[in-house]
């Protein structure tokens, strides 16, 4: 009598975990027993970056807040302590958009943030 190899279920699981690894560099993408280290890995890091990423761009809004704030003649603490002294709701994603791309409108949310201290 032939030996049980597990046949297709086992396939199908090797073939599922393979195509997870696709796209990672040589045996790593291979072999199954290396792949699916991989990609247990590679799962946990992605998770734990997605919580990194929310960190990193709340840090790079606050930069450039800071930096288009310093250039209105205020700090980054004083015109938050302004806008939320003026009820002003705008979210540090916004500002800073608003910071890049209409300098105008954030002098003047500037402004208004320094006339309610």
Known sequence: MPRAKRGFKARRRRNRVLK???GFHSARSRLFAYAQECVRKSWV????HRKLK???FRRLWIARINAAARANGTSYSRLMHGLKTAKIALDRK????LAIVDATAFTK??????AAK
């Open 20 to 22: 997870h690894a696709s």
């Open 45 to 48: 890091y992605a998770y734990a």
């Open 54 to 56: 929310k960190r990193d």
């Open 94 to 97: 916004v500002l800073s958009d």
């Open 109 to 114: 949310i500037v402004k208004t943030a320094a």
